[in-house]
């Protein structure tokens, strides 16, 4: 049963810049898109981004020059790399694991504040 | 990239069924069979409990199931129970490796 964890500061400052973990356990990274997605308080989830083991990956256009998704996958984990933060970008950021038509195993998030 | 369209909040009582849809479009719900649904209690991470449309996962209660309609996909509890009360999310691939969600719809059982 694959598990994924994520770590990273819980205060950035705003215009700095955000950079997460997800560490995978119990499985492999050479199959499945590894994605972010993150939760603004009280708000609903919007996808962020995903990595394949290639190399590939791709963003939501309404972050994608700010957000850069990256992997060592011998180590099994992948990065979450978001510039320029604000307020706006405070939210519980989730990895998870899926593929085309599902995110099948999610970390259990990680709460990031934008504040001076 | 705009969001999915998914009611605010259903309710239920229990025992009865509901039905959630999200709504989309030709780019994404209509043009592929890769929508899934996730249920989120309050504090937790989101669980997966249909893909491909209308598949369920290993664990996920038979009571739950998806189907899919042109532009939009439907989300149906039967035989709700108290634990179902939740947030609801659906998702669809949106072509060129992207994604998108609906804005959740909070699940209230009477």
């Known amino acids: 049963q694959v598990q994924l964890q994520e770590s990273g500061p819980g205060l950035v400052k705003p215009s700095e810049s955000l950079s997460l973990i997800c560490t995978v356990s119990?499985?492999?990274?050479?199959?499945?898109?590894w994605s972010w997605i993150r939760q603004a308080p009280g708000k609903g989830l919007e996808w962020i981004g995903y990595?394949?083991?290639?190399?590939?990956?791709n963003y939501n256009p309404s972050l994608k020059s700010r957000v850069t998704l990256s992997a060592d996958t011998s180590k099994n984990q992948f990065f979450l790399k978001m510039h320029y933060m604000t307020a706006a970008d405070t939210a519980v950021y989730y990895c998870?694991?899926?593929?085309?038509?599902?995110?099948?195993?999610w970390g259990q998030g990680t709460l990031v504040t934008v504040s001076s | 990239q705009s969001g999915l369209t998914q009611p605010r909040s259903v309710s239920g009582s229990p025992g009865q069924s509901v039905t959630i849809s999200c709504t989309g479009t030709s780019n994404n719900v209509g043009a592929y069979s890769y929508v899934s649904w996730y249920q989120q209690y309050p504090g937790k991470a989101p669980k997966l409990m249909i893909y491909d449309v209308s598949k369920r996962p290993s664990g996920v209660p038979d009571r739950f199931s998806g189907s899919k309609s042109g532009n939009r996909a439907s989300l149906t509890i039967s035989g709700l129970q108290a634990e179902d009360e939740a947030d609801y999310y659906c998702?669809?691939?949106?072509?060129?490796?992207?994604?998108?969600f609906g804005g959740g719809t909070k699940l209230s059982v009477l």
């Open positions: 998870a694991r899926g593929w085309f038509g599902e995110l099948d195993s």
């Open positions: 998702c669809s691939y949106a072509g060129s490796y992207t994604w998108v």
């Open positions: 990595f394949y083991h290639s190399g590939n990956t």
């Open positions: 119990g499985g492999s990274m050479s199959s499945h898109y």
